[in-house]
């Protein structure tokens, strides 16, 4: 009787500890580790490198001074609309240089001079035709003579000659006075500018006329003064050649091609469209806002034909956002990159499998940002893992972050 009541009471002893090593193994294992998931989707993807770029005008013009001169004021202003052929600016002679005191009477003495040599070139002058009236009745007197045979014919030919003589000294008495007479007139124009004033009188003016129909971009100079032939005076410009400049990362730009469609947006308004142009064949080094040293290479963009640009408000220096499209499809499986790290050194990521993470190998095909295409190793609807630390394991239980 004794044994047989003994024997339930081993079998309690043995269930309750049973019971109480479950509970303490239960209380003893690792809790779930709370993590963050997505779901591998099927939709839209798009591969592109977007990049900020600068707007500029492929051709421009400027115009300067094509003599040295006097610039009158240039009226235009930047942004003035201007026709092919219409005139920009007007160049005059450049007035004459003031006088010191010295100077002005040096002028003064040369001016009195030049006065009395034209007095004595007119005296000349009245001497020479006096001499020549003289000489012209002689030779009529002797001439009478001759016909009547009272002179031989050597004296007659002798008062021609003197008559003929006389003659050529009042001509060259005549150009004497001219002479004199412009030596006057230089010593009195020294003297009319007194302090660098240009003439009243009308002054011979050159317009410089516009090359093309477009816009005032610089206006270099605006006010009147001296100018020396080739000083720069306005740049101009057509809005019909903007284009846009973007210095790409060397490994971005030997995925472009010419033609390839580019998105234009970050500029203010509403989406352009644009294409690739041309790729420099040779870049250059800019250091980054880190202070990395970076290969760049400036690629141009061309703006789809029949934009009005200038009706937009776009201008040249502005600044967009260029996003070139390398690639796109509509139905493309795909996870966020986020999920993905190196294990072996193959793609990796963790699939949640009944409450447990799981690890599994992928076939990655385009990258794009935060968005990764996926070719192999995954299934629409799974959910992954994004981000996982160090506590996320093969096997390990995880609980959904909420």
Do not use: K
């Not at 509970?23 to 993807?45: I, Q, Y």
């Not at 092919?84 to 002028?107: I, K, M």
């Not at 499998?353 to 799981?358: F, L, M, N, P, Y």
């Amino acid at each position: 009787m004794s044994a047989r009541r003994t024997w339930p009471r081993y079998v309690a002893w043995g269930i309750a500890g049973l019971g109480l090593l479950g509970l303490l193994v239960w209380a003893l294992r690792p809790s779930p580790v709370p993590v963050n998931v997505a779901r591998v989707t099927v939709g839209p993807f798009v591969d592109s490198i977007v990049e900020e770029g600068r707007t500029r005008l492929r051709n421009t013009w400027n115009v300067s001074a094509p003599i040295t001169g006097y610039l009158q004021r240039v009226t235009l202003e930047v942004g003035d609309s201007i026709e092919e052929g219409q005139a920009l600016f007007q160049l005059e002679p450049s007035p004459a240089p003031a006088l010191d005191v010295r100077t002005r009477q040096q002028a003064e003495d040369n001016l009195q001079a030049a006065q009395a040599r034209f007095q004595a070139a007119q005296a000349n002058l009245e001497t020479a035709r006096a001499d020549r009236r003289f000489a012209e009745s002689e030779y009529q007197r002797y001439q009478q003579l001759q016909q009547r045979n009272l002179i031989s014919t050597a004296d007659l030919e002798q008062r021609q000659n003197q008559r003929d003589r006389l003659r050529a000294q009042e001509n060259s008495a005549s150009s004497g006075v001219e002479v004199a007479r412009f030596e006057v007139e230089s010593a009195r124009a020294l003297l009319a500018i007194a302090s660098g004033q240009r003439s009243e009188a009308d002054q011979p003016q050159l317009q410089v006329r516009a090359p093309i129909s477009g816009l005032v971009l610089t206006r270099y100079r605006c006010c009147e003064g001296s100018v020396s032939a080739g000083d720069p005076i306005l740049e101009l410009g057509s809005l019909n050649d903007l284009e846009v400049q973007v210095d790409l990362l060397s490994m971005d730009a030997v995925r472009l091609r010419p033609g390839m469609a580019v998105n234009i947006t970050g500029w203010g308004g509403e989406p352009l469209t644009g294409e690739v142009r041309r790729i420099a064949p040779s870049g250059f080094t800019r250091t980054s806002a880190l202070g990395v040293d970076e290969q760049r290479v400036p690629v141009t963009v061309d703006f789809s034909a029949g934009l009005d640009l200038a009706a937009l408000g776009l201008g040249s220096g502005f600044r967009v956002d260029a996003e070139f499209l390398i690639w796109e499809a509509d139905q493309v499986l795909q996870i966020p990159t986020s999920a993905l790290f190196r294990h072996d050194r193959e793609w990796t990521v963790f699939v949640i499998e009944e409450g447990r993470a799981t690890r599994r190998m992928v076939e990655l095909g385009r990258r794009q940002g935060l968005v990764s295409q996926v070719r192999a190793g995954l299934n629409e609807g799974e959910i992954l893992i994004t981000h996982p630390g160090d506590r996320v394991a093969e096997g390990a239980r995880v609980v959904i972050d909420e």
